[in-house]
């Protein structure tokens, strides 16, 4: 199971911090990734990482601004958002990948959580 948190309302030029906590012991055997979806649109990749944290992936739209990060200790994965956009709003989800793929592609991972709102004011 994976729980979502830290989203809010912030203005234009803010951060947050996401937070996704995994239950369960396997938490090390995911890759995880963010993924968010504004109203009428698709869903969409924002950033990955592998079971180690060693290697992370981003969307282009979040590359410089962005940082995904990992605790295995506390079975968390984390998204720092930083100098955030009105187009950053957005429902936030977190997703758990089993197979060992730095993968932005929706349909491969396995796992998701509920979502957590983001709203970036301008």
């Known amino acids: 199971q994976l729980q979502a948190s830290g989203g809010g309302l912030v203005q234009a030029g803010g951060s947050l911090r996401l937070s996704c906590a995994a239950s369960g012991r396997t938490f090390t055997t995911y890759y995880m990734g963010w993924f968010r979806q504004a109203p009428e649109k698709d869903r969409e990749f924002v950033a990955a990482?592998?079971?180690?944290?060693?290697?992370?992936n981003y969307a282009d739209s979040v590359k410089g601004r962005f940082t995904i990060s990992r605790d295995n200790a506390k079975n968390t994965v984390y998204l720092q958002m930083n100098t955030l956009k009105p187009e950053d709003t957005a429902v936030y989800y977190c997703?758990?990948?089993?197979?060992?793929?730095?993968?932005?592609?929706?349909?491969?991972?396995?796992?998701w959580g509920q979502g957590t709102q983001v709203t970036v004011s301008s």
């Open positions: 990482i592998s079971r180690s944290g060693y290697s992370r």
């Open positions: 997703a758990a990948e089993i197979r060992g793929r730095l993968t932005g592609s929706i349909g491969e991972y396995d796992y």
